[in-house]
């Protein structure tokens, strides 16, 4: 199934959305979000890593000298730790400036690791709040949301009307809507 919109257009949409279009996109796209924000999460650190390769290479060849690491220096450890904090930046929001030092566009990585950070915590708490359903609505949600199935689709299974099925999914989707909202608005700084 094609996907009705990219990766940066969601991440753009999400950073200009209310906190009611933000749960829209989140439950639209609930399948596919986590794979798609990890997407724009694997292609960001590749472009702020081959930025610091690129801004290194630079460094040593203004230098004019072939530069010999002492061993006072672990290349691989240092590595290890700029890793560890681009992956920290992503989980938490919270960024080391020293990662994103002289680069071009550094602005746009602190807004896109930013933004990440908010969209990974948002479906956090949606899917917290999904999984506190039990019975028939738990069942409901699995089949719509995560296996993708149509109110036809269930209803058939469980020989009841569509109507019945979209009726009792839209009454949970309003009480998730209710307790997700409330969250939503404390990471929706400048949201439309």
Do not use: W
């Not at 609930?30 to 290194?56: D, V």
Request: proline fraction near 2%.
């Amino acid at each position: 199934m094609a996907l009705k919109i990219r990766e940066t257009d969601l991440l753009n949409s999400y950073k200009k959305a209310s906190p009611e279009k933000r749960l829209s996109l989140m439950f639209e796209y609930y399948r596919e979000f986590p794979g798609m924000l990890n997407r724009i999460e694997s292609e960001t650190k590749y472009y702020i890593k081959s930025e610091q390769l690129r801004i290194r290479s630079k460094r040593r060849a203004e230098l004019d000298i072939r530069v010999q690491t002492s061993n006072i220096s672990n290349p691989t450890a240092d590595e290890a730790m700029n890793n560890a904090t681009i992956d920290e930046a992503f989980n938490t929001g919270e960024i080391d400036m020293a990662i994103l030092k002289d680069m071009q566009g550094a602005a746009e990585y602190v807004e896109t690791i930013m933004m990440v950070s908010v969209m990974k915590m948002d479906y956090q708490l949606l899917n917290d709040i999904i999984s506190g359903y039990i019975d028939e609505d738990s069942v409901i949600i699995q089949k719509h949301l995560v296996e993708g199935k149509s109110y036809n689709a269930i209803a058939t299974e469980k020989e009841c009307s569509s109507d019945k099925i979209k009726r009792r999914f839209t009454r949970i989707r309003e009480e998730i809507s209710e307790e997700m909202l409330k969250c939503i608005q404390m990471n929706c700084r400048g949201g439309n």
